[in-house]
């Protein structure tokens, strides 16, 4: 790697810190609008980042490097690292009193959209630090987006992009229309927030409350302003019902919502990640909805919103949670277990496997397997009326791979700080998916990361960040060969 380069991209990285203390102006007016005396910790903050933002950006002035892949690994690593430490800045000094380690978990945290917090008495907390988590959430989902639609496809490291579904020769110069896009892609991710804010508020939300939420819902994200997340609004259909059709939303491509709502391309709709997604989402919900109103009697349309939103929560890793679903039953415990895997469509806020790879591992499986019966025949991946190529096919299985050997590293890790069998494995899977909640009594959906020994938290802090960015894309900097010429 030329000096050069990591000259450029630190100084990226400067300028990206300078915006972020921007925004800590937003919930220092909150703290103002309210009469908490946090405003001051939240204007200090964005001194302290901006400062020292300008002063990194200023030292490291250059010419601009030639554009690569390993430039291009840097930088993704570089920005993410630099927003979850400046989302740490306001915990850090807020009147929590949070320590370095829980102020970064809870950065980490919210800026990867997972959502699983160190945070009690939410219900009493400074209005500036709630909207603060729900803030970064939001900017954290549409940085995932640009991610998955924009970086990692030309990486070669994962994703889909429809570029070519808009227009197909321009399948090697895929920036072509990038700032029509882009404006496209805000356009569509503000309105869905504000349709969501003013739906929840319609439905019974407080308007505090009702912000709040739809940020971190769009955002698949999961933060709530209450310790009992949904639970607070378990009686309450419609607003679960409302959080139920937002999240679904938010799991599905951008590029497809953006084909579909501007340009009216009804046929992207049928892109064959939406239907595996949507396929065992409904499975999931049904299958333990008749389980409740079978083994236990419950009402049938409690069951049914309970499920679903709980299922939805999980699936597209949001990480709300309206009830305690560890007292369902083992076999409710078991199929959320599995959904803590599954994710919801590439190119969305969601973490997890993603239902592109379940599809294209489907294909691969499938073609392996007749190869046993005939072995002479040649059997291409399809991904729709698409060929997979090798990259790709390759791509999803190496991610996978290193999805479950993290995973098993990491559960062994937590074991290793004290943490029984099922909180390390369900709060490793819950961090690497980004998923947020996991199982049992510590980190089930009536629990949080508290008290976690500081090393699980870094554990998962990194977990985190690795999920986020598609794993491979952080693995790769810890080659030799990426420090190489």
């Given at each position: 790697?030329?000096?050069?380069?990591v000259?450029?991209?630190v100084?990226?990285?400067?300028?990206?810190?300078?915006?972020?203390?921007?925004t800590?102006?937003?919930?220092a007016a909150?703290?103002?609008y309210?009469?908490?005396?946090?405003w001051?910790?939240?204007a200090?903050?964005?001194?302290?980042?901006?400062?020292?933002?300008?002063?990194v950006?200023?030292a490291?002035?250059?010419s601009?490097p030639s554009?690569?892949?390993?430039?291009g690994?840097?930088?993704?690593?570089?920005?993410?690292?630099?927003?979850?430490?400046?989302g740490s800045?306001?915990?850090l000094?807020?009147?929590?009193?949070?320590?370095?380690?829980?102020?970064?978990?809870?950065?980490?945290?919210?800026?990867?959209?997972?959502?699983?917090?160190v945070i009690?008495?939410?219900?009493?907390?400074?209005?500036?630090?709630?909207?603060?988590?729900?803030?970064?959430?939001w900017?954290?989902?549409?940085?995932?987006?640009a991610?998955?639609?924009f970086?990692?496809?030309?990486?070669?490291?994962g994703?889909?992009?429809?570029f070519?579904?808009?227009?197909?020769?321009?399948e090697?110069r895929?920036?072509?229309?990038?700032?029509?896009?882009t404006?496209?892609?805000?356009t569509?991710?503000?309105l869905?927030?504000?349709?969501c804010?003013?739906?929840?508020?319609?439905?019974?939300?407080t308007?505090?409350?009702?912000i709040?939420?739809?940020?971190?819902?769009?955002?698949t994200?999961?933060?709530?302003?209450?310790d009992?997340?949904?639970g607070r609004?378990?009686?309450n259909?419609a607003?679960?019902?409302?959080?139920?059709?937002?999240?679904?939303?938010?799991a599905?491509?951008?590029s497809?919502l953006?084909?579909?709502?501007?340009r009216?391309?009804?046929?992207?709709?049928?892109?064959?990640q939406?239907r595996?997604?949507?396929g065992?989402?409904i499975v999931?919900?049904?299958?333990v909805t008749?389980y409740l109103?079978?083994?236990d009697?419950v009402?049938?349309w409690?069951a049914?919103?309970?499920s679903t939103?709980?299922?939805?929560?999980?699936?597209?890793?949001?990480g709300?949670?309206s009830?305690?679903?560890n007292l369902?039953?083992?076999?409710?415990?078991?199929?959320?277990?599995?959904?803590?895997?599954?994710g919801?469509?590439?190119?969305s806020?969601?973490?997890?496997?993603?239902a592109?790879?379940?599809?294209?591992l489907?294909?691969l499986?499938a073609?392996?397997?007749?190869?046993l019966?005939?072995?002479n025949?040649v059997?291409p991946v399809?991904y729709?009326?698409?060929?997979v190529?090798?990259?790709m096919?390759?791509?999803?299985?190496?991610f996978?791979?290193?999805?479950?050997?993290?995973?098993l590293?990491g559960?062994v890790l937590?074991?290793?700080t004290?943490?029984?069998l099922?909180?390390?494995?369900?709060?490793?899977?819950?961090?690497?998916?980004?998923v947020g909640?996991?199982?049992?009594?510590i980190?089930?959906?009536a629990g949080?990361?508290?008290?976690?020994?500081?090393?699980?938290k870094w554990v998962?802090s990194?977990?985190?960040?690795?999920?986020?960015?598609?794993?491979?894309?952080?693995?790769?900097i810890?080659?030799?060969g990426?420090w190489?010429?």
């Amino acid at each position: 790697m030329q000096s050069l380069a990591v000259r450029s991209a630190v100084h990226a990285a400067g300028i990206f810190g300078l915006y972020l203390s921007g925004t800590m102006l937003l919930p220092a007016a909150v703290d103002l609008y309210y009469g908490n005396e946090d405003w001051k910790v939240f204007a200090f903050s964005a001194f302290l980042t901006g400062g020292f933002s300008l002063a990194v950006a200023l030292a490291t002035q250059s010419s601009a490097p030639s554009v690569s892949p390993r430039f291009g690994f840097l930088l993704v690593n570089l920005l993410w690292g630099t927003a979850a430490l400046a989302g740490s800045v306001p915990f850090l000094l807020s009147s929590l009193e949070m320590g370095l380690t829980d102020a970064i978990f809870e950065s980490v945290s919210g800026i990867t959209t997972t959502g699983g917090t160190v945070i009690t008495g939410l219900d009493s907390a400074p209005p500036g630090i709630l909207f603060w988590r729900s803030l970064i959430q939001w900017m954290g989902g549409i940085g995932v987006i640009a991610l998955g639609l924009f970086i990692l496809p030309y990486l070669n490291i994962g994703g889909v992009t429809y570029f070519k579904i808009e227009s197909s020769d321009i399948e090697d110069r895929p920036f072509e229309r990038l700032t029509t896009f882009t404006v496209a892609l805000l356009t569509i991710y503000s309105l869905l927030t504000l349709t969501c804010a003013v739906s929840y508020a319609a439905a019974g939300m407080t308007g505090f409350d009702a912000i709040n939420h739809a940020m971190s819902t769009v955002s698949t994200a999961g933060f709530s302003t209450h310790d009992a997340s949904f639970g607070r609004y378990g009686d309450n259909y419609a607003v679960l019902w409302t959080a139920i059709v937002f999240m679904t939303i938010a799991a599905l491509p951008s590029s497809i919502l953006i084909l579909f709502a501007i340009r009216g391309r009804t046929e992207a709709i049928r892109d064959p990640q939406i239907r595996v997604f949507l396929g065992y989402t409904i499975v999931l919900s049904l299958g333990v909805t008749v389980y409740l109103r079978t083994i236990d009697g419950v009402d049938f349309w409690e069951a049914l919103t309970h499920s679903t939103f709980n299922f939805v929560s999980v699936i597209t890793t949001t990480g709300f949670a309206s009830d305690d679903y560890n007292l369902w039953g083992p076999f409710a415990i078991a199929c959320f277990f599995v959904a803590s895997f599954l994710g919801g469509c590439s190119g969305s806020t969601s973490g997890g496997i993603k239902a592109y790879r379940f599809f294209i591992l489907y294909r691969l499986m499938a073609n392996g397997l007749r190869r046993l019966i005939y072995p002479n025949v040649v059997l291409p991946v399809r991904y729709g009326d698409r060929p997979v190529d090798d990259v790709m096919q390759r791509s999803v299985v190496l991610f996978i791979c290193a999805f479950m050997m993290i995973w098993l590293l990491g559960s062994v890790l937590l074991a290793a700080t004290g943490l029984d069998l099922t909180t390390a494995t369900t709060a490793t899977v819950g961090a690497l998916a980004n998923v947020g909640p996991g199982l049992g009594d510590i980190v089930g959906p009536a629990g949080n990361y508290t008290t976690f020994p500081d090393a699980a938290k870094w554990v998962l802090s990194l977990a985190m960040l690795f999920g986020r960015l598609e794993i491979l894309a952080v693995l790769v900097i810890f080659t030799p060969g990426f420090w190489g010429r």
